[in-house]
């Protein structure tokens, strides 16, 4: 089991920077595979990165690639979202999930946390 908390999200102004963190409890985080996904007003929930056990693989959506970089520290317990140069586009409720592959997919997520509001203005 992996109990998921996201914090750091707000409001900011286009071009500007947020960093959220995804503080994570239970045995089997440090052997868990960690994703950020997001979800628009009105779109379905679509992948952001993911992060492999002990941090040395990632993946990342086109739409974020170099200017989201996604990290972990294993011995806090949390993964990191540093999110740069954010556009009024990237405004959505962001989520941490936890499973087992290093995949794009959310089914194969099957922790989640309660999510954290991103907004960004124009």
């Known amino acids: 089991q992996v109990q998921l908390v996201e914090s750091g999200g707000g409001l900011v102004q286009a071009g500007g920077s947020l960093r959220l963190s995804c503080a994570a409890s239970?045995?089997?985080?440090?052997?868990?595979?960690v994703g950020w996904f997001r979800q628009a007003p009105g779109k379905e929930r679509e992948f952001v990165a993911t992060?492999?056990?002990?941090?040395?693989?990632?993946l990342y959506a086109d739409s974020v690639k170099g200017r989201f970089t996604i990290s972990r520290d294993n011995a806090k317990g949390t993964v990191y979202l540093q999110m740069n140069s954010l556009s009024p586009e990237d405004t959505a409720v962001y989520y941490c999930?936890?499973?087992?592959?290093?995949?794009?997919?959310?089914?194969?997520?099957?922790?989640w946390g309660q999510g954290t509001q991103v907004t960004v203005s124009s």
């Open positions: 992060i492999s056990e002990l941090g040395g693989r990632t």
């Open positions: 239970g045995r089997t985080f440090k052997s868990s595979v």
């Open positions: 999930a936890a499973g087992w592959k290093l995949v794009t997919t959310s089914d194969d997520y099957p922790y």
